[in-house]
Structures are given as structure tokens and as C-alpha cells.
């Protein structure tokens, strides 16, 4: 799960790490009785939205002149007029995709006097099943332009979470920021309070750019993107409630409330199945024959009729889904109460896409018996290899 900058600032300001101060504004007048409360003269309007990249992103409504999604204002007029053209408005960055973001909300911080910027991300490194906090001198940048061009400028600090963050990770990490004195103990103190901070939320990523260097020689937070793992927020109750529905896909929000796991992929043969192993190796077999999955969609053990339903409404949902390939293995489920469960499923939502279902497992028989009489255009085929070729073939032939 993502949460805004905003509200990832305000956690790790719970963790006494420093951040400037703002406020988020779901509205032009609470956009200015925002920069009211903080000092200025300089203040900074940002669009909130679950992507990066916003300085230099464009506003779709605005013309290419407009200025982008963080906006520097030196008076509270400013503060208005800049919230006034982002509030409503869709912001296109280089991770929001061509379709670009609405904005509905905005955060109005203290204008900050930087004297350098630095990059600073932590990450749980599945490869050697440790934290990793990947940091560099070049802040405010593209870091995979960094990580590309000049690699040596990017350096990996790995913490074993059974030992914890240590006082030599600290040093390592100003001494890759070249810090000096007071500011070179202000980055090792940081590194132990993001640590702590990182495994006390259950974070999957933590990325700060930039962290900045100000000119009065403080450590801040400027930027940030916060994601968790979804499996541990049944204990973070409070980190759970910071969910931002409209930020996520309407559809897999809907399945999510199916207990569904699906993602939306780019192809265009909608995929149903039962386990996330058996999907992944669909997908694969799909590409195999020369086709590309539109989605991962896995409905787990119980695969009933009601989720059954709600997952084809999902696939057809999307307008990119030509074909929909069914592969479900009636382990726990009998086959027959699947291909029931099938049949008024595609009763009710009017399939009008090729349908290719492949069953196997307990009554494989009695379910193939009640897909065939059902009266619907279902092929079904004998195995993984036969389901896929049929429905390549199918929708390369309705096409
Ligand atoms: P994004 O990464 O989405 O473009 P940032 O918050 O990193 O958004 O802002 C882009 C740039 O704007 C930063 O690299 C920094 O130079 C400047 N900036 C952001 N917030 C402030 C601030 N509070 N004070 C001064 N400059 C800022
Ligand atoms: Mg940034």
C-alpha cells in the first residue's frame, strides 16, 4: 500500500526525524489558511498524488508553459493562485503514465534554503533476505539516470535485521553523503531513526529525494514515498486508515473487496484462475503461444459463484480483454460446482468474448458434461497447453 508525501512526512516526524513544516489542503481556502499558519515568506505548493516526479511533470488542462506539480510561492496570493490551477486538475509525470493524475489534495510547506541534496531509499533486499539503504550525492535527480550513467556515485548499505542498524552503518552513510562535523553525526542519527522507523511500520520502501541540506546546516526530509507491506497492516491500524482509494485502480480496489488478487496488465486475454502459481504459470503459457495476459487474476481456494461472477465483470470490465481463459483445478472445489458456477456467471454478465475453460481435478467429468449443455459458446479444452493454443487461435480468429 502507497500513502501521499504528506502523510508519510507526518509518520517519520513521529520518529523525531526532521521534515519543514506544511499542511495538506483539500481546498483552495485551506490551501492559504494553511501557509497562514507557517512562517514564509517562501512557501511550497505540492500536488499530492501516489507518483514521483512531479516538479517537472505538466498539467494536462494547462498548456506545456503552465508550471508543474511543486510550485514555489512567495506570498500567501501565490499560495492561492497556485492552488487554484493544480485543485481538479491532471497532473502528467514521468510515473503517472500518458493518462497522467487528478490532483485533490495539496500540501503547503515552509520554503526551504538548500544547500545540497542527497538521495537516501531503503528497501527490503529479497536477494540476501536483508534491509538495504541505497544512498547517494545526487539528490533531487532521476536516480535510475544515476544508477545508470555513474554507478560509483550510489552506495548500498546492508543492514542485517537480526543484528539491527549499527554504528557502523551510520558512518557509512555520511561518509558516502561526504558529510563533516555536526552534519556528518546528524546523517548517522538519521540512518538510525529511519532504520527504526522502517521496521517499526513494516515498510517495503522508504525513498527521500531529496534529503536536503539547508543553508542554517539541518538534515531534512524534503521528499518522500512511503509503501508497506500489505500483509503486516492488520497491526497498523492506524497506517491502514491512510489508504487513498482514488489513487488506486478502480478495479483491483473492487477486487480487493472480493478478496481477489488481480493486476491489470497490458495484453489482451483475460485470465481466471485458482492460486497464484497456476496463474503465473498461464500467463506464461499464454505468452508462449504468441498472446500477452491483461491481467493476473487469482480467486484463490473457495473459487465460489459470487467471486466467480465478480471476477469476470472485473476481466470484461477492462476494454482491452478479448478472450478469457479459465484454468482451475477443483481441489478443494469439485469441478462441477465450478463450471455451475461458470456458466451463471456468464450468464449474468452477457459474455460476449471468446471463452476457453480448462478443468481438472475432483468430477472433472460431471463439470466438462455441465460447460458443453449449458447452451453458451464455452470451448473447453484437456490441458494447459490445449486451453492456451485454443484461445490465441479464438481470439486471433474473432479479430
Ligand atoms: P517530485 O520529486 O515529485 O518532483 P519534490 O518534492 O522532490 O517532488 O520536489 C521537486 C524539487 O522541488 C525538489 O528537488 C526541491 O528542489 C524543490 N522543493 C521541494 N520542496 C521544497 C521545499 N519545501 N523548499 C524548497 N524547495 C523544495
Ligand atoms: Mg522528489
Redesign the pocket.
Known amino acids: 500500500m502507497n500513502i501521499h ?1 504528506y502523510q508519510a512526512k507526518e509518520l517519520l516526524a513521529k520518529h523525531g526525524i526532521g521534515i ?1 513544516t ?1 499542511h495538506a489542503a483539500l481546498t483552495v481556502d485551506e490551501a492559504v489558511a494553511a501557509a497562514e499558519k507557517l512562517p514564509g515568506p ?1 512557501y ?1 505548493v ?1 500536488a499530492q498524488i501516489h ?7 505538466k498539467f494536462k488542462e494547462l498548456g506545456p508553459d503552465a508550471k ?3 510550485r ?1 510561492a512567495k506570498s500567501i496570493d501565490e499560495v492561492r493562485e497556485a492552488a487554484t490551477e493544480m485543485l481538479g486538475n491532471t497532473l502528467v ?1 514521468i510515473q503517472t503514465g500518458e493518462a497522467g493524475k487528478q490532483v485533490n489534495r495539496l500540501y503547503v ?6 544547500a545540497s ?1 542527497y538521495y537516501l531509499s531503503m528497501l527490503v533486499d529479497r536477494a540476501t533476505g536483508r534491509v538495504a539503504m541505497v544512498v547517494s550525492t545526487e ?2 535527480m532521476d536516480i535510475e539516470a544515476v544508477a545508470h550513467d555513474t554507478p560509483e556515485k550510489i552506495t548500498t548499505i546492508v543492514i542485517d535485521p537480526a543484528q539491527g542498524f549499527m554504528p557502523h552503518h551510520g558512518r557509512s552513510l555520511a561518509f558516502a553523503l561526504k558529510l563533516k562535523g555536526d552534519l556528518n553525526k546528524a546523517a548517522q542519527k538519521l540512518g538510525k531513526q529511519l532504520y527504526h522507523a522502517f521496521m517499526e511500520m513494516d515498510c517495503e520502501m522508504l525513498e527521500i ?2 534529503l ?1 541540506e539547508t543553508t542554517d546546516g539541518q538534515l531534512l526530509v ?2 518522500t514515498k512511503m509503501s508497506f507491506d500489505g500483509n503486516a497492516l492488520f497491526r497498523h491500524k492506524d497506517i491502514a486508515e491512510l489508504r487513498d482509494e482514488t489513487e488506486e485502480d478502480p478495479a483491483e480496489v473492487e477486487a480487493s473487496e472480493y478478496d481477489l488478487a488481480y493486476i491489470k496488465l497490458d495484453g489482451n486475454i483475460g485470465c481466471m484462475v485458482n492460486g497464484a502459481g497456476l496463474a503465473m504459470a498461464t500467463m506464461d503459457i499464454i505468452k508462449l503461444n504468441g498472446a500477452f495476459p491483461a491481467n493476473f487474476l487469482d480467486v484463490g481456494g473457495g473459487a465460489t459463484t459470487e467471486k466467480v461472477t465478480a471476477a469476470f465483470k472485473i476481466i470484461l470490465a477492462d476494454d482491452a480483454v478479448e478472450g478469457i481463459l479459465v484454468n482451475i483445478f477443483g481441489g478443494i472445489m469439485r469441478c462441477d460446482t465450478i463450471a455451475e458456477g461458470i456458466v451463471a456467471a456468464a450468464k449474468e454478465v452477457e459474455l460476449d468474448v471468446p471463452l476457453v475453460v480448462r478443468l481438472e481435478g475432483t468430477n472433472v467429468d460431471k463439470g466438462k458434461a455441465i460447460l458443453d449443455n449449458s447452451g453458451l459458446p464455452i470451448v473447453s479444452a484437456n490441458d494447459l497447453g490445449d486451453a492456451a493454443q485454443k484461445i490465441v487461435a479464438q481470439v486471433k480468429e474473432a479479430a
Open positions: 508525501e519543514p506544511g517562501l511550497v505540492k507518483a514521483g516526479g512531479r516538479g517537472k511533470g508543474g506539480g511543486v514555489l509525470t510547506t515552509d520554503g526551504v534554503d538548500i541534496e539528490g533531487g529525494n531529496p536536503v524534503l521528499d
